[in-house]
């Protein structure tokens, strides 16, 4: 569940910034920051925690975080942590590298070693940052260590659907079952985990399963970026992974249902939500079908009907009318 965990705007101005630092000092890993202007300093954190797996989504003034020896003897998790920016610019340094990360890009770092990022430019920054036990991740420190504080791209291939899963999970407001969490915790370290081996040219040493399950997570944080192309079909998605038409099929005879049926069942549960979300309330259900890549709108009543035991006018009659945040 995600939980804003500090909100510069309730506190008095002139004490943001020491209390943002507080906050950080005080952390699971300890932190310092500091800022060029503390006058007008902002900050909002907002995290997610799924079981070994913390997300945290942060907004803040132009700012610089540290974390120096003193602070990883006081405590030192063992943490392995990836960030990229959603808006602005970050400045990564550790282990003697630095990388300058602009949107999408992404950087790896070691709470066992010191580092800083800094938040560049002259307006706010958000980022996105994803930490797991560096014990879970099924690479050793000696492979990983080769990328900390260096530029990783996230605007295509394996770096895209890591940064789009993270993102897309930092934004989300839906509440999840302790199933939901669990699951979602494998597929974040077993993507991670394909994504630094990608880049560390170490694929084959992942286990077969973790790369089946971070395949799977692949094809359906694909399916989900596209869903509102009524053309989307099984092939655009192989050619996007870089595997065969008949491997995505295996892939998916392994979990007892098809390709097309996961398409149809993620535009059908986009629906639903939208149906109830009180700020599409005037947009017309046909409209609500064909963004969410049903090309027929009889088509699309029918499945609607099959998989919900109503109609889709029914249904958003009938819904509750939750505000979403």
Do not use: K
Not at 7 to 14: C, D, G, M
Not at 208 to 215: G, H, I, K, N
């Amino acid at each position: 569940m995600h939980t804003t965990v500090f909100h510069s705007a309730e506190l008095p101005q002139t004490e943001r910034l020491a209390r943002f630092d507080d906050f950080l000092l005080h952390s699971d890993h300890p932190m310092r920051i500091t800022a060029p202007d503390p006058g007008p300093f902002e900050a909002t954190a907002r995290a997610l925690d799924l079981g070994p797996v913390n997300i945290v989504e942060l907004t803040c003034s132009p700012s610089l975080v540290r974390r120096t020896p003193a602070m990883i003897r006081a405590a030192d998790p063992e943490l392995c942590s990836m960030v990229f920016p959603r808006r602005g610019a970050l400045v990564v340094t550790q282990a003697g590298r630095e990388a300058l990360l602009g949107e999408r890009d992404f950087a790896l770092y070691d709470s066992s070693r010191p580092f800083s990022v800094r938040m560049a430019g002259r307006g706010p920054v958000t980022l996105v940052r994803a930490h797991v036990p560096r014990a879970l991740l099924p690479l050793s420190a000696r492979h990983t260590d080769r990328l900390l504080g260096t530029r990783l791209p996230g605007q295509e291939g394996m770096g895209a659907l890591l940064t789009t899963f993270l993102g897309d999970l930092a934004a989300d407001r839906v509440r999840r079952t302790t199933a939901d969490i669990d699951r979602l915790s494998t597929v974040t370290l077993d993507l991670l985990a394909a994504t630094l081996a990608h880049h560390l040219d170490t694929g084959p040493r992942l286990p077969d399963e973790s790369r089946r399950r971070t395949l799977l997570a692949s094809v359906e944080a694909f399916v989900q970026e596209h869903l509102s192309d009524p053309d989307l079909s099984p092939r655009d998605i192989a050619a996007a992974l870089h595997i065969s038409v008949s491997y995505l099929h295996r892939l998916f005879r392994s979990r007892d249902t098809t390709v097309t049926e996961l398409i149809r069942g993620l535009r059908l549960e986009r629906a639903r939500s939208a149906l109830t979300d009180p700020r599409l309330r005037d947009v017309p259900v046909h409209r609500i079908a064909a963004d969410c890549g049903f090309r027929e709108h009889a088509a699309f009543t029918r499945a609607f009907n099959a998989a919900y035991g109503m109609p889709p006018r029914d249904w958003r009659r009938q819904a509750p009318r939750v505000p979403r945040g």
